[in-house]
């Protein structure tokens, strides 16, 4: 089963998880950022953040375990197109999707504001 989702220019979908299907995902045309959040508290990577870069000029295929949260941040001037190939199909009656607003507080990532930002947020601690 594949989904095909568009993503306008400037336009931020953030965030999802599953608890139990693995997102498969290809960017076939534009220009995006894919943010990833590990919120699995067993992971060794547990609350940690990755960017990728992925489209036209970059194709990506990236798999997204179950607990990982990820958001994509459209960064061209052209719609941005995605296929994903989720290992399981959507359950209308026991929905295995849960979101998050793009500026959720459980999550320490600010979209389109500076690295420098970024990285404060992500590490409370730091003065």
């Not at 568009?6 to 693995?22: D, E, N």
Request: charge should be negative.
């Amino acid at each position: 089963m594949a989904v095909s989702a568009r993503l306008f220019p400037g336009a931020i979908g953030a965030w999802s998880c599953h608890k139990l299907a693995v997102d498969r995902l290809f960017v076939s045309q534009g220009h995006l950022k894919i943010v990833l959040f590990d919120g699995r508290e067993d992971s060794p990577t547990h609350g940690t953040l990755q960017e990728h870069i992925a489209g036209d000029a970059r194709p990506a295929f990236l798999l997204i375990p179950p607990g990982v949260w990820h958001g994509m941040h459209n960064l061209g001037t052209t719609d941005a197109i995605m296929l994903n190939f989720p290992t399981r199909p959507y359950n209308y009656e026991d929905p295995d999707h849960y979101r998050l607003q793009h500026d959720a507080l459980e999550i320490p990532y600010t979209w389109g504001e500076n690295s420098e930002r970024r990285r404060l947020r992500s590490n409370p601690k730091q003065e």
